[in-house]
């Protein structure tokens, strides 16, 4: 399924149904008094996360979304019926945003958290809510209040615990599918991954982490060369990042340095908070580099490069050093705090009681 992380869409919740003035008129019963029902309440528009849609490409093709309108009141004390809400359902991971304002609505940030997102209008009262001692024969109803609506932006930024950076051709995809159970395409050839991916590592039965496999990055990915650099964005919720390096490129005139270099630099252009995160580095395919002068090689470039930080020498297609990776992982995972958490989404006039955790994974 094509993978599509932006959308615009409309919401439209249902106006209430307007009361009704009317009086019981029943033979031998003179002045039956007033018997007008209240109008029904419109349909309210709810997003709900759900961890098996991984695209917002259902939003791209139905973008207007319209709850119907509350029935009026009738007489006899009828009530009129309530319109049924919608529920959109969004990968796991959605920013809602006010169209216009830019404001935050919600962040899906879980499996199944349901919010509202427009409330339906409240139906209006019938004559019967206006007898009183004074006045016996009401003829007053109010109309149903409309319902909201908004415009919409939706931004899907993947949710994982580290995330793969990395030249293209580096061997991030198989890295993930040498850790994880997540299969992405693996071919010898630049751009094979067009999308994210996903994939747990579970280093014990219930110690795991998720991992983000992007598209790679090139040198003037800012610019827009390459794929660019907007799927960099499913990287910024992550809480680490590795630099895969292939240290066996197939032309050999390739300097690794000025590499490394440039696509740390494309990372500080895109976004100062992303260029700031932990990153560790992983130099991949070393089984392709003759074992007596591994270390050898692998030491001058950590040096060239400067790097006081931590780095593993793996390969990802034999599964040498994958170990080591992903147990450190999980332990600097499980040592460090998690991130400030984002800013409260604020719902449009709604009550916090209307958003409910429904089920938190
Ligand atoms: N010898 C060897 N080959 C590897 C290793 N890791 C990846 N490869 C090969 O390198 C090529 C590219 O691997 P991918 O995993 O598709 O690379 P990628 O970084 O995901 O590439 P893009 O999706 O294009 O960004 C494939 O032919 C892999 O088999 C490794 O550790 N050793
Ligand atoms: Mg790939």
Same mark, same amino acid.
């Given at each position: 399924?094509?993978?599509?992380?932006?959308?615009?869409?409309?919401?439209?919740?249902?106006?209430?149904?307007?009361?009704?003035?009317?009086?019981?008129?029943?033979?031998?019963?003179?002045?039956?008094?007033?018997?007008?029902?209240?109008?029904?309440?419109?349909?309210?528009?709810?997003?709900?996360?759900?961890?098996?849609?991984?695209?917002?490409?259902?939003?791209?093709?139905?973008?207007?979304?319209?709850?119907?309108?509350?029935?009026?009141?009738?007489?006899?004390?009828?009530?009129?019926?309530?319109?049924?809400?919608?529920?959109?359902?969004?990968?796991?991971?959605?920013?809602?945003?006010?169209?216009?304002?830019?404001?935050?609505?919600?962040?899906?940030?879980?499996?199944?958290?349901?919010?509202?997102?427009?409330?339906?209008?409240?139906?209006?009262?019938?004559?019967?809510?206006?007898?009183?001692?004074?006045?016996?024969?009401?003829?007053?109803?109010?109309?149903?209040?409309?319902?909201?609506?908004?415009?919409?932006?939706?931004?899907?930024?993947?949710?994982?615990?580290?995330?793969?950076?990395?030249?293209?051709?580096?061997?991030?995809?198989?890295?993930?599918?040498?850790?994880?159970?997540?299969?992405?395409?693996?071919?010898?050839?630049?751009?094979?991954?067009?999308?994210?991916?996903?994939?747990?590592?579970?280093?014990?039965?219930?110690?795991?982490?998720?991992?983000?496999?992007?598209?790679?990055?090139?040198?003037?990915?800012? +610019?827009?060369?390459?794929?660019?650099?907007?799927?960099?964005?499913?990287?910024?919720?992550?809480?680490?990042?590795?630099?895969?390096?292939?240290?066996?490129?197939?032309?050999?005139?390739?300097?690794?340095?000025?590499?490394?270099?440039?696509?740390?630099?494309?990372?500080?252009?895109?976004?100062?908070?992303?260029?700031?995160?932990?990153?560790?580095?992983?130099?991949?395919?070393?089984?392709?580099?003759?074992?007596?002068?591994?270390?050898?090689?692998?030491?001058?470039?950590?040096?060239?490069?400067?790097?006081?930080?931590?780095?593993?020498?793996?390969?990802?297609? $034999?599964?040498?050093?994958?170990?080591?990776? $992903?147990? $450190?992982?999980?332990?600097?995972?499980?040592?460090?705090?998690?991130?400030?958490? +984002?800013?409260?989404?604020?719902?449009?006039?709604?009550?916090?009681?209307?958003?409910?955790?429904?089920?938190?994974?």
């Amino acid at each position: 399924m094509k993978f599509i992380d932006e959308a615009i869409i409309q919401v439209f919740a249902g106006k209430g149904g307007d009361g009704v003035a009317s009086f019981r008129r029943e033979k031998y019963i003179p002045r039956g008094g007033p018997n007008g029902g209240d109008g029904g309440r419109g349909g309210s528009i709810y997003a709900i996360a759900d961890r098996n849609i991984n695209t917002l490409i259902d939003y791209r093709y139905a973008r207007m979304h319209r709850a119907k309108n509350g029935q009026n009141g009738q007489g006899s004390d009828r009530y009129g019926k309530s319109a049924d809400d919608i529920v959109l359902r969004m990968p796991v991971g959605t920013l809602i945003k006010d169209g216009i304002t830019g404001e935050i609505v919600a962040d899906l940030v879980h499996d199944q958290q349901k919010v509202l997102l427009a409330k339906g209008g409240n139906g209006g009262l019938g004559n019967l809510h206006f007898k009183s001692s004074t006045n016996r024969a009401p003829r007053q109803f109010t109309y149903g209040e409309p319902g909201q609506e908004l415009e919409l932006k939706l931004e899907l930024k993947v949710l994982a615990d580290v995330g793969l950076l990395g030249m293209p051709n580096a061997g991030k995809s198989t890295l993930i599918r040498a850790v994880s159970a997540a299969r992405p395409k693996v071919a010898d050839y630049p751009f094979t991954t067009l999308q994210p991916n996903l994939g747990v590592v579970r280093v014990d039965y219930n110690r795991s982490f998720v991992m983000a496999d992007i598209p790679g990055l090139i040198e003037g990915a800012a +610019e827009g060369v390459g794929l660019g650099h907007r799927f960099l964005k499913h990287l910024t919720r992550t809480r680490l990042l590795l630099h895969v390096v292939d240290m066996s490129p197939l032309n050999e005139e390739t300097d690794l340095v000025h590499e490394a270099r440039a696509l740390v630099e494309e990372l500080r252009k895109y976004d100062q908070s992303l260029y700031q995160k932990p990153r560790w580095l992983v130099l991949n395919k070393t089984d392709m580099i003759p074992a007596e002068r591994r270390d050898q090689l692998c030491q001058e470039f950590l040096q060239k490069l400067d790097w006081q930080d931590k780095y593993f020498i793996i390969s990802a297609l $034999t599964g040498e050093g994958c170990q080591l990776l $992903t147990y $450190t992982i999980m332990d600097y995972l499980e040592h460090h705090l998690l991130p400030e958490p +984002e800013p409260e989404p604020k719902n449009p006039g709604n009550s916090d009681s209307d958003n409910e955790l429904l089920n938190s994974c």
